[in-house]
């Protein structure tokens, strides 16, 4: 995440907190799944470092949106696996469609001025 | 393979994380990061590739905790407890320092115990001296607004006789006091205490009863228990009211708080009282350590009085009441002493006869109160110097604590170093560290405060059993309760600030480096220990020396001649008269009781004497022959009416003329025998022999037989004072006291003359019986007192000085192990080492000895006064103490000092 005065911090927070809740739609995941997945989709474009993921998670556990389960599976170390809540969900059909309304934006204005 | 854990933590250390989620960040993190190493390795990267690889995943750790939500982050409960964050609220911060000292505490079981256990001796030493000032000084008298009474005593105008005594009031002067003086709202007056014989049946036990006005209670301004006090109508006509008032312990101990005392009768000196009221529990009279039994009204006099007395109500030459009275508002002592001056002055001119040359004076209240105890400036200088040797005490034991506080700080550098590495700050560190002293010292105050009540309750059984309801108990109230409290405090403060300061300045990367041992043995917290133990090792030598000079100073009171031989002699006392026995009976008694007692096996003499030893003894007027003075201006001699034989019994040598006959007796010639002290007043020339005296208010005119030597007759050791001796039987009537040497301990004959005279007279009482070692005891009784305190003191200053000393030795032969160790792999004898450990110990103690003398010398003039004439300076009291600590210091570093020299120098080198 970006330092302190950069103007779209929040968007960008956002954005990542968007990701996160997206991973988390169809099934739950630990936080190293989470860091993979989001670098595998993003084909290395986006990253996220330990030191900035896990303060993420924890906020979004904080708010209530996930909730994070420590979970101990036969030969392998105990892992937490973060699920989505239903104030999750929700939360993130909200943020999904004002994603959408402002990529769509984005694009118009963008699109405007390459027209 | 990494252990990721250690990076995770060594990166968030300073990061301010909620101690109770702390360990699962830390797991889930470095679950993570093995995550990722695993699979960079799988990948094909080499184990140093990717273990760079994955620290950068750390980058920006800092800024870990700026992301995290509130919660996590806020302090929790944990965190200031390890010297965290202010919350902002000084009570929960407190709060929870108490708690976290409380476990640290808990931590350190053996630490803690001997701190407190320290504490604990320190405050319950000065709590038990403290409940003695505030029984004897600050709450001596338990009546209405004390600051408003005083005393009125009858003086000599300067210039006439023996001036600067307080004597009492005659009864007459009183009353005239008590009607002319417009000072005061009241004025009570009061006799000293008087032996009855209170019956019942048969039996018959020793009462101590007290005459008093009818104002006195209401003058003080108190309220019975039970019943009511005088009344001023019923004791106004002489004789007419056998009422009583009994003193609160009386009524609790000798009759079991009867909850129907007030209407029953008792059978004092052979009257019938009726108990018409109880006196309030603490109320001893105007007195701050004796009580009577009972009040009586002073109209009652004809009936309790011996018969030399009984004219007490109409003879305005006899003073025999103190007077207490109470000052109108507004009105200053000054001024109340001119308006009584004023009608002394009138009362002169009035009756010359008897009040030439009497003034009057009033005195605050406390002269009286503390008449028999020395005055009260001699109970405070007492007190003061107690206050200050158990002050002294406590000092030792806050700083032994202190030195055990630094000892435990030094071991603890690392875990404080380790806070203020993750944020502590140092004021807050050091509010904490001084919490954890409070802490101590709090349970301290509450060890000390029983420690005080049990040190009380020993002090108290040192009193007289026979006379222990009359005595003052000691008095543990809230006052007293917060003077443990504050002292706890305060010596929390004294012994915790220091080290606290200390500690919490520790310095953040020597603490982490665990140099923290290395610093102990010769750093800055080192040479303050070592300031501390030399002046513990002074202050309890100045103790030590204390005691000894005390011990060496009674040892030397019992040595005084007190000009009679106290071996082998027994007095028993009784009043036959108290049980109705007349003169003739008396008279036949006395006779008999002497033959019957002579005759037993083991008796060497027998005599009968008005005075007790050591008593307070009465004084007459004697005029010589030819001398016309005044009643009042006649030289005062104490008058003592005496059997044949007392001087042989008494072991009293004859300097001049002969002793008593059986031959003078009632019609034969009036004779009396004088001391030394009283014919070289009278007669400075040496002619005393033979001249006459006559006493005041008896015209009999007494030849002079014979002249003895001065002894001892109020008080052990005193100023020699006149004294006049009486035949028995040319002065008949008063009350005699049985004298007895026997001819071996007269402990042996005891219970044998007890029991003959009970044979010859079942109704009279004799259970007061003391031999002379005895009254010897009972007149040192509070140098005992005072030597037994010091001593227990002394003991405990030397106990807590050499336990610091072996303490200090100890930790730091600990904590030098391995510069013993190198000394001895060198090639150091084990010998050398013993010397090098016992040498840092002895050096310490020689320093403080040297002070702790020069203290003394310096301190030992106030003492001087308590003395008994010692020196304060006496050489063996002095060496005496010093040899004492030092063989104790000498053994509490041979200890320490043996264990290092037995080593093993490569464990200690392994092991340092």
């Given at each position: ?115 | ?324 009275a109470r000052l109108k508002p507004g009105v200053s002592r000054r001024q109340a002493e001119a308006d009584l001056q004023t009608i002394a002055s009138s009362l002169r001119q009035q009756y010359p006869d008897e009040n030439a040359g009497r003034t009057v004076s009033v005195e605050p209240v406390t002269t009286a109160l503390f008449s028999t105890t020395g005055g009260e400036r001699g109970v405070a200088l007492a007190s003061g110097v107690l206050l200050v040797i158990v ?40 509010r904490q560290l001084l919490t954890e002293s409070v802490v101590l010292g709090v349970l301290g105050g509450i060890g000390g405060l029983a420690i005080g009540y049990e040190g009380c309750r020993f002090l108290w059984s040192f009193r007289p059993a026979e006379v222990a309801r009359n005595m ?441």
């Amino acid at each position: 995440m970006g330092d302190q005065n950069n103007p779209d911090r929040e968007w960008k927070k956002g954005g990542a907190e968007l990701l996160i809740l997206s991973l988390l739609e169809q099934q739950a995941r630990h936080g190293y799944d989470i860091c993979k997945l989001i670098e595998a989709r993003s084909a290395g474009a986006l990253r996220f470092h330990v030191t900035t993921l896990y303060p993420l998670l924890y906020r979004l556990e904080e708010r209530g949106l996930v909730q994070g389960r420590w979970v101990e599976k036969p030969n392998q170390r105990r892992r937490r696996y973060y699920s989505l809540t239903a104030e999750g969900r929700r939360m993130l059909a909200l943020q999904r469609q004002s994603w959408q309304a402002f990529v769509e934006a984005m694009g118009r204005v963008m699109g405007v001025e390459n027209a | 393979m990494p252990d990721w854990k250690l990076e995770v933590e060594r990166r968030l250390a300073a990061q301010r994380l909620d101690a109770s989620r702390r360990n699962a960040i830390v797991d889930e993190l470095s679950q993570h990061l093995q995550d990722r190493y695993q699979e960079l390795l799988s990948a094909g990267a080499g184990e140093a590739e990717a273990y760079r690889e994955v620290l950068e995943e750390l980058e920006n750790s800092d800024r870990f905790a700026a992301g995290l939500p509130a919660g996590l982050r806020r302090p929790g409960r944990e965190l200031p407890a390890q010297g965290g964050t202010p919350s902002g609220n000084l009570a929960v911060d407190f709060l929870r320092d108490v708690r976290y000292g409380f476990r640290s505490m808990v931590k350190a079981p053996a630490f803690s115990f001997f701190a407190v256990l320290t504490l604990a001796l320190g405050i319950g030493a000065t709590t038990t001296v403290f409940t003695l000032v505030n029984t004897l000084l600050l709450h001596p008298l338990p009546v209405h607004d004390p600051s408003r009474l005083e005393c009125v005593y009858t003086t000599e105008v300067k210039g006439h006789g023996q001036s600067g005594n307080l004597l009492p009031t005659s009864y007459l002067n009183l009353k005239d006091y008590q009607a002319r003086n417009s000072a005061f709202s009241g004025v009570g007056g009061f006799s000293p205490p008087l032996v009855t014989t209170l019956s019942e049946g048969t039996a018959t036990e020793r009462f101590f009863g007290q005459l008093v006005t009818s104002d006195y209670f209401e003058t003080l301004g108190i309220a019975p228990v039970r019943g009511r006090f005088f009344r001023r109508g019923e004791t106004s006509t002489p004789g007419s009211a056998p009422v009583a008032v009994l003193s609160y312990n009386a009524w609790k101990i000798r009759f079991d708080r009867a909850p129907d005392i007030v209407g029953k009768t008792l059978a004092i000196n052979g009257i019938r009282f009726t108990v018409i009221g109880v006196a309030p529990p603490g109320f001893l009279g105007i007195s701050a350590v004796f009580g009577p039994d009972v009040w009586l009204p002073a109209t009652m006099a004809r009936q309790v009085l011996p018969p030399a007395l009984q004219d007490i109500l109409t003879d305005r030459g006899k003073p025999f009441f103190e007077a207490v009275a109470r000052l109108k508002p507004g009105v200053s002592r000054r001024q109340a002493e001119a308006d009584l001056q004023t009608i002394a002055s009138s009362l002169r001119q009035q009756y010359p006869d008897e009040n030439a040359g009497r003034t009057v004076s009033v005195e605050p209240v406390t002269t009286a109160l503390f008449s028999t105890t020395g005055g009260e400036r001699g109970v405070a200088l007492a007190s003061g110097v107690l206050l200050v040797i158990v002050g002294l005490v406590l000092l030792i034991a806050c700083s032994n604590v202190a030195n055990l506080l630094i000892a435990r700080a030094v071991g603890r550098r690392q875990e404080i170093a380790v806070r203020l590495a993750i944020g502590a700050n140092r004021w807050r560190l050091f509010r904490q560290l001084l919490t954890e002293s409070v802490v101590l010292g709090v349970l301290g105050g509450i060890g000390g405060l029983a420690i005080g009540y049990e040190g009380c309750r020993f002090l108290w059984s040192f009193r007289p059993a026979e006379v222990a309801r009359n005595m003052v108990d000691p008095r543990i109230d809230p006052t007293v309760f917060l003077f443990a409290l504050a002292l706890a405090l305060a010596t929390s403060f004294i012994f915790g600030v220091a080290p606290s300061l200390r500690a919490s300045r520790t310095d953040l990367v020597g603490g982490l480096k665990e140099e923290a041992h290395l610093a102990a043995a010769g750093g800055r917290s080192g040479r303050f220990q070592k300031v501390l133990l030399t002046g513990q090792v002074a202050l309890s030598l100045v103790l030590l020396i204390a005691a000894s000079l005390f011990l060496r100073a009674v040892e030397r009171a019992y040595s005084i001649d007190p000009g009679f031989d106290v071996k082998n002699l027994a007095v028993f006392m009784m009043n036959p008269e108290q049980v109705g026995y007349d003169a003739v009976r008396l008279d036949e008694f006395h006779r008999e009781v002497r033959q019957h007692v002579a005759a037993m096996p083991g008796i060497a003499a027998v005599s009968w004497a008005s005075n007790l030893p050591f008593w307070s003894s009465p004084s007459r007027g004697v005029e010589k022959e030819g001398q016309a003075v005044r009643k009042a201006e006649a030289l005062s001699a104490v008058t003592n009416t005496v059997d044949v034989d007392y001087f042989k019994v008494m072991g009293i040598s004859l300097v001049q003329g002969r002793s008593f006959a059986d031959g003078d007796r009632e019609g034969s010639v009036p004779v009396v025998i004088i001391n030394e002290d009283l014919a070289r007043r009278y007669w400075p020339q040496g002619d005393a022999l033979g001249k006459h005296v006559h006493l005041i208010g008896d015209d009999t005119l007494r030849q002079i037989v014979g002249i003895v030597k001065n002894s001892d007759y109020t008080t052990l050791g005193e100023a020699p004072q006149p004294c006049l001796f009486l035949p028995m039987r040319q002065n008949p009537g008063g009350n005699l006291n049985l004298y007895v040497r026997a001819a071996d301990d007269p402990a042996a004959v005891l219970d044998e003359v007890q029991r003959a005279i009970k044979d010859l007279a079942p109704a009279v009482d004799v259970s007061d019986i003391r031999t002379g070692a005895r009254l010897i005891d009972q007149i040192l009784w509070p140098a005992r007192i005072v030597l037994s305190l010091l001593g227990v003191f002394g003991l405990l200053a030397l106990t807590l000085a050499s336990v610091g000393l072996y303490g200090l030795l100890a930790y730091s032969v600990r904590s030098r192990q391995r510069e013993i160790g190198v000394r001895m792999a060198l090639g150091a004898s084990r010998s050398a080492v013993l010397r090098l450990v016992l040498r840092q110990g002895m050096v310490l103690v020689a320093m403080g000895v040297a002070i702790g003398l020069a203290l003394s010398l310096l301190i030992g003039r106030a003492f001087s006064r308590m003395l008994f004439g010692l020196s304060p300076a006496d050489p063996l009291a002095l060496m005496g103490a010093s040899a004492v600590l030092l063989l104790v210091a000498l053994l509490a570093s041979y200890i320490p000092a043996l264990a290092a020299s037995r080593m093993e120098p490569m464990r200690a080198l392994r092991e340092g």
